[in-house]
C-alpha cells in the first residue's frame, strides 16, 4: 500500500470520473477512513451504528446542510447534488462510500457506482433485505420521505429479495422537521405518526420500515403508535443492516482496520444554526466540532 | 423610455453589481415587470396580494426552491443566495424587486439595495409598521423562522418605528412543513401552533406578527388558537403592507401601469414534485405552468 491514494482519488475526482483512493495496483488503502454522506445531518444515526459495529474505523461524514433536505427535489438534482458530496470524500481519500440517505440511495446509487472505483453502499438494499427477514406474512409498509417514495426504490429493492411480498409506501414529509425540531415526543409528533400510519394500517402490513435516516429517532413513538393500532409489527430501519452489510464487505475485500482507534471526522456545507444540539441529539455524547465546506 | 431596460439590466447583472434597468437619464421603465423573490413558494401569499392592490401590473417571481429552506441557514449564505435571485430578475429586467421572504428581509435586504439601482422592498418594514399600528399596548409578539428570529431584523425595525414597544420573537420552524405537506386545520397544526404562541402568551402580547411568507395560510387557527389563549390579540401579516407600500413607491416614482393587464410568470430553480397543488393552495384558481431556470 502506498500513501498517495488521496491525492489519486483527488486528481481523478477533478477530471470529472471520481475515482476512489485505489494504488497502481487498483487496491484501495485499509487506513483511509470509511467516506458516510448525507443530505443533513439524518445520516448519523448511520454513523453511530458503523461506529458501534466496526468500532477501528475512522469515519469522514459529510453532510449537505447547505442544500438540505433533498427529499422534496427532482431526480435529477439529487443526481447532480450527490456526485459533488461523492466527489468532495473521494477527493479528500476514503476506501468505501455509504450512502447514508434514503434519497439519494434511491435515485442515485446506480450513477454513483458507476462513477466510482470503490464499494459504494446504500441504506435501501439493506433495509429492504432486513424488511423481509423480519416480515412472516410479506406485507411491508414503509414510511418516507416524498422522493424516496416516489422513486418507488423500496418496492424495487423489496421485490428483488422476495417477489412475494407486497409492498405499501407511504411519504411523511412532517416527520424530518420535527426530529430537526427535537419534538421526539408529545401530542404533535404523536399524531403525526398516528396519521402517516393509517394507510399502513389499513394495508395490513406486518412490518414497518424507516425508510428515511432521520426516523429512527422516532422510532419509540412510531412502534408505540404501531403496535397501538396494528398490534404485532415489526418495525426496522435501515442502519443497523447497512452498517453489518458494510461490515461484511470491509472483510470480504480485506480493508477493515482491527484496531480500536476508531474516529469521527464531520463536515457540513453549512453551519445549521443548532448544529451541537442536532449532533448530540443523533451521535450523543459532547457537541462536535465541525469543518464548514464549499461543494 | 426605451425597450432597451432588459439587455442593460443584463449587462449590468453580469458585470457583478447587477444594475436594475434604468435608461440613460436613470429612469425605469414602467412596462416592466416587478421582480418578486422567495427562497420557494410562500412568498405567493404577498404576490397574491400585490395582484390584488395592483391588478395593471405584470409580476414575475422566483422561487428557489433548488435551494429551499433558507431559514435554517447562515446569514452568510443566505445574502449569497438573495444576491443570485435578485441578479436573475435584474438580468430579465423588472422595475422593482420585493423580498418576498423574511429571512432574506432579515439579513439582505441592506446588501440587495446597495447592489442595485432600483427600488428593493422587504417584508419585515412593512410588517413592523403594521404591528405598531394594530397595537394598543405596544407589545408585539413576532413567530418567524429561526433564521429570522436569530437576526433580529424585526425587533430592530419594530424599534424604529417605536421606541417605546417591547418585542418578543419566537422561532415557529414547524410551521413552513406544515404548510407545504397542506396540513393547514386539524389537531397537528392547531397543537404546534399552540406549543409556539404560548411564550407570546406568556409575554401578554396584544399584537401576533406572521414573520414569515407561508405563514398567511395558517392565519384561521393562528387566530382562533391565540383568542383562545389571550383573549383579544390582533394577527398581522406582512404580505398586505407590503403590498400597500409597494403601491405607494410605485405611484411616488411614476413606476405604476394602471391597465388591467396583470399577468402573473412563474420561475423556479427546481420543479418540486407537489408544485401544482401548491400553486394553488398559494394563488388559487387552476395549477399554473412554471419555468425551471438555473442560477
Redesign the interface.
Known amino acids: 500500500m502506498d500513501d498517495a491514494a488521496p491525492e489519486s482519488g483527488e486528481r481523478n475526482g477533478r477530471e470529472g470520473r471520481a475515482g476512489g483512493a485505489p494504488d497502481s495496483r487498483g487496491r484501495l488503502d485499509p487506513r483511509l477512513p470509511l467516506g458516510v454522506f448525507d443530505s443533513g445531518l439524518g445520516g448519523l444515526t448511520v454513523v453511530r451504528e458503523i461506529a458501534a459495529a466496526l468500532p477501528g474505523e475512522r469515519i469522514l461524514y459529510l453532510g449537505d446542510?447547505?442544500?438540505?433536505p433533498y427529499g422534496?427535489?427532482?431526480a435529477a438534482?439529487v443526481v447532480r447534488y450527490a456526485q459533488g458530496c461523492a466527489r468532495a470524500l473521494v477527493d479528500r481519500g476514503v476506501k468505501a462510500l455509504v450512502v447514508a440517505c434514503n434519497t439519494v440511495s434511491a435515485v442515485a446509487l446506480d450513477v454513483l457506482r458507476a462513477d466510482l472505483d470503490l464499494p459504494v453502499i446504500g441504506v435501501i438494499e439493506p433495509g429492504a433485505r432486513a424488511a423481509v427477514s423480519a416480515s412472516r406474512r410479506l406485507r411491508i409498509g414503509v414510511l418516507g420521505t416524498?422522493?424516496t417514495v416516489?422513486s418507488g426504490a423500496y418496492p424495487r429493492a423489496v421485490l428483488s429479495v422476495s417477489t412475494r411480498a407486497e409492498i405499501v409506501a407511504h411519504p411523511a414529509?412532517?416527520l424530518?422537521?420535527?426530529v430537526?425540531?427535537g419534538?421526539l415526543d408529545g401530542?404533535?409528533p404523536r399524531?403525526?405518526v398516528r396519521?402517516y400510519l393509517e394507510p399502513l394500517a389499513r394495508a395490513d402490513v406486518d412490518v414497518i420500515v424507516l425508510g428515511c435516516t432521520h426516523y429512527p429517532l422516532l422510532r419509540p413513538i412510531i412502534e408505540e403508535e404501531a403496535r397501538a393500532m396494528m398490534g404485532d409489527v415489526q418495525v426496522v430501519d435501515s442502519a443497523h443492516a447497512t452498517a453489518a452489510e458494510l461490515a461484511g464487505l470491509l472483510a470480504e475485500r480485506s480493508l477493515a482496520i482491527p484496531e480500536p482507534r476508531g474516529d469521527i471526522e464531520l463536515l457540513v456545507t453549512?453551519?445549521?444554526?443548532?448544529f451541537a444540539e442536532v449532533t448530540t441529539r443523533f451521535l450523543g455524547g459532547p457537541p462536535r466540532e465541525v469543518h464548514v465546506i464549499d461543494l
Open positions: 446542510t447547505a442544500r438540505v422534496t427535489r427532482s438534482t416524498t422522493g416516489a414529509p412532517l424530518v422537521p420535527l430537526e425540531e419534538w401530542e404533535v399524531l403525526a396519521r453549512d453551519r445549521p444554526r443548532s
